[in-house]
């Protein structure tokens, strides 16, 4: 069974860098599939952060790409999404999933609560 | 404001049917899949639909979904109280090389 778990300081200051990781289980990221980000503010819809594939390829959301880097570590079955000079509008749920295509998600992890306050 | 255009909300009896709508235009819903998901309040989304049309194991056959064109369709019959959810559509642009969501569709069965 693949389970995907998110990990992450619960706050972060306005301007300093956001440092999420998502651990997967039951599933090798050096296989294969997309691994994403997706986040939603409080009360609000969702929102695509970006996707990495298993070979490293990238693509982001064109409104946050000037501030994200998403990566993967295949050695530590780890992916880790960096959202950097953050302020209130990024406080959100954010979630890791795993793609079956770009936008297509099959695999969730929980959701982690993200503030920006200071 | 969201590329992909859906209701904010609907609200049907039990036992009933709803269409739910996400239009949007040739660069996204025109030319790429469409993925439905369903939302429980404080849980993660789950995948209801995938490549417009293709139920995932689990996914019941009161939920179907459907593309014309620009715009996509869930329809959901015999609907029950625990359909009560949000629902999202998603699709990718192949213009802004991105996923794009829905505004979502608060749904109740009333």
């Known amino acids: 069974q693949v389970q995907l778990e998110e990990s992450g300081p619960g706050l972060v200051k306005p301007s300093e860098t956001l440092s999420l990781t998502c651990t997967v289980s039951g599933y090798s990221l050096s296989t294969g599939y997309y691994w994403g980000w997706v986040r939603q503010p409080p009360g609000k819809g969702l929102e695509w952060i970006g996707t990495?594939?298993?070979?490293?390829?990238?693509y982001y959301s064109p409104s946050l790409k000037s501030r994200v880097t998403i990566s993967i570590d295949t050695p530590t079955n780890r992916f880790s999404l960096s959202l950097q000079s953050v302020t209130a509008s990024d406080t959100a749920v954010y979630y890791c999933?795993?793609?079956?295509?770009?936008?297509?998600?099959?695999?969730w992890g929980q959701g982690t609560l993200f503030t920006v306050s200071s | 404001q969201s590329v992909l255009t859906q209701p904010p909300s609907m609200s049907a009896a039990p036992g009933q049917k709803v269409t739910i709508s996400c239009s949007g235009s040739?660069?996204?819903?025109?030319?790429?899949?469409v993925s439905w998901y369903q939302q429980f309040p404080g849980t993660a989304p789950k995948l209801l639909i995938y490549d417009n049309d293709e139920r995932p194991s689990g996914t019941p056959d009161r939920f179907s979904g459907s593309k014309s064109g620009t715009s996509a369709t869930l329809g959901i019959t015999g609907l029950q109280t625990g359909d009560e959810a949000d629902y999202y559509c998603?699709?990718?642009?192949?213009?802004?090389?991105?996923?794009?969501f829905g505004g979502g569709t608060k749904l109740t069965v009333l």
């Open positions: 998603v699709t990718w642009d192949s213009s802004l090389s991105a996923a794009m």
């Open positions: 999933a795993r793609g079956i295509t770009g936008p297509t998600f099959d695999y």
């Open positions: 040739s660069s996204n819903i025109g030319s790429n899949y």
């Open positions: 990495i594939y298993h070979t490293g390829e990238t």
